[in-house]
């Protein structure tokens, strides 16, 4: 994200703390703690702290289906980010309702096709775990519509994948296999 937007979505989230990763650049981010996940010392704080709170059974607080699970922020019909509550039992209502619609099965292999800061990963990732099926996961170049992305659908054997329909114009018309269940979302479908 731009930084504007980062700067704002910090600032209108108000976390108690951003996570990120070694090399990504977070920003300013005001007063804000920022924790590194990939700091050796950070991950051996998390793996002492998981095992105590596994040993004394807490968590903190017991956690309730109503309980936000992350925060997405839109582009909003003004165009300015609206931060969104997602909360687990919407989480978790949301991905069985597609796994049971969409028929993804133990033996489904679901591809990731959407970035994880989009809302529509969620979907992805969560349908197949609740289905206990594959999650395929390929690189940004593999996912390009066009002969990588036809490769990654043939060569994974990939049973559902959600398009877009721009994407889906992209590819050749014999592109996606036959026994491969197609989603298509993100934005209306044109009349051809």
Do not use: C
């Not at 991905?95 to 679901?110: E, L």
């Amino acid at each position: 994200y731009p930084a504007e937007r980062m700067a704002f979505m910090v600032a209108d989230a108000a976390p108690v703390v951003v996570l990120t990763l070694d090399g990504v650049d977070v920003g300013d981010v005001g007063g804000t703690d920022v924790v590194v996940l990939d700091e050796p010392a950070v991950i051996r704080q998390v793996a002492r702290q998981s095992a105590t709170d596994v040993a004394d059974g807490e968590r903190g607080v017991p956690l309730r289906v109503e309980h936000p699970a992350y925060v997405i922020y839109t582009s909003g019909s003004t165009g300015r980010p609206k931060g969104v509550v997602v909360t687990h039992h919407g989480i978790a209502h949301m991905t069985t309702s597609q796994g049971d619609g969409f028929a993804i099965k133990a033996d489904s292999r679901v591809l990731q096709m959407a970035s994880p800061s989009f809302d529509a990963a969620i979907a992805e990732i969560g349908a197949a775990f609740v289905s206990g099926a594959a999650l395929v996961l390929a690189s940004a170049d593999e996912l390009l519509p066009g002969p990588n992305l036809v490769r990654v659908l043939a060569d994974q054997k990939v049973t559902h994948v959600t398009l877009t329909p721009a994407a889906l114009a992209a590819l050749p018309s014999d592109g996606i296999p036959a026994s491969t269940t197609l989603i298509v979302a993100g934005e209306a479908i044109g009349e051809d």
